[in-house]
């Protein structure tokens, strides 16, 4: 099982990404799936997380810019993120709890994708 996470960059501050985070393999089920973030010099802190059943929660700092979402058809979590700022570059990284077809579950991590807003 692996995620694989892209669609980070450079963008301006203002503007806007979409990140992409798939889970491959040999999965039975994808539960809870979610966005972090680690800025330089600082610890990895939760952006947005989405449940198996579909309830959301955001760090307060993303409210109202960042939207996640996710498609279970394909097993893949996005984070649109609008009215970036300087203060969001960091490493995304996308997490999931899986449950492969063996019936044995753990948390997975994507390899992370820079995001970095600058003018």
């Known amino acids: 099982v692996q995620l694989v996470g892209s669609g980070g960059g450079l963008v301006q501050p203002g503007g806007s990404l979409r990140l992409s985070c798939a889970a491959s393999?040999?999965?039975?089920?994808?539960?809870?799936m979610g966005w972090y973030r680690q800025a330089p010099g600082k610890q990895r802190e939760l952006v947005a997380h989405i449940a198996g059943g579909g309830s959301i929660n955001y760090a307060d700092s993303v409210k109202g810019r960042f939207t996640i979402s996710r498609d279970n058809a394909k097993n893949t979590v996005y984070l649109q993120m609008n009215s970036l700022k300087p203060e969001d570059t960091a490493v995304y990284f996308c997490?999931?709890?899986?449950?492969?077809?063996?019936?044995?579950?753990?948390?997975?991590w994507g390899q992370g994708t820079q995001v970095t807003v600058s003018s």
């Open positions: 393999g040999s999965i039975f089920r994808v539960s809870a």
């Open positions: 997490n999931a709890y899986i449950v492969r077809k063996d019936y044995l579950s753990n948390d997975y």
